[in-house]
Nanobody
Framework: VQLVDFGGGLVQAGDSLRLSCAVS????????VAWFRQAPGNEREFVAG????????YYADSVKSRFTISKDNDRTAVDLQMNTLKPEDTATYYC???????????????????WGQGTQVTVSS
């Protein structure tokens, strides 16, 4: 499984941005996909996740109602729509995929097997 994430950039507070993660390879192995982020000096944190089937989604409290994760079957991609961005959303964002079936969507980075290279999001105040 290969993941390539892109779409980051420099925006102002209150703006929107859409990240995408192109998924290729043995996608039949994927159970769940997620977005994580890491700001300088901080640990990588869970942002949002969904089952590959699209039946379940899960969001961190800090982004709930502002961010939306979705899957585009035509592009075989996973998107993260980010609205009402705040300076504290500034981070490198990574998409991740998990192969093993689990009860629920894991929110720990060690529970994911495949990672994108990261895309930088900077929100100015």
């Amino acid at each position: 499984v290969q993941l390539v994430d892109f779409g980051g950039g420099l925006v102002q507070a209150g703006d929107s941005l859409r990240l995408s993660c192109a998924v290729s390879g043995r996608i039949f192995r994927i159970f769940a996909v997620a977005w994580f982020r890491q700001a300088p000096g901080n640990e990588r944190e869970f942002v949002a996740g969904m089952t590959w089937s699209g039946t379940s989604t899960y969001y961190a409290d800090s982004v709930k109602s502002r961010f939306t994760i979705s899957k585009d079957n035509d592009r075989t991609a996973v998107d993260l729509q980010m609205n009402t961005l705040k300076p504290e959303d500034t981070a490198t964002y990574y998409c991740a995929a998990r192969a093993a079936v689990s009860e629920g969507i894991p929110n720990r980075d060690r529970d994911y097997d495949y990672w994108g290279q990261g895309t930088q999001v900077t929100v100015s105040s």
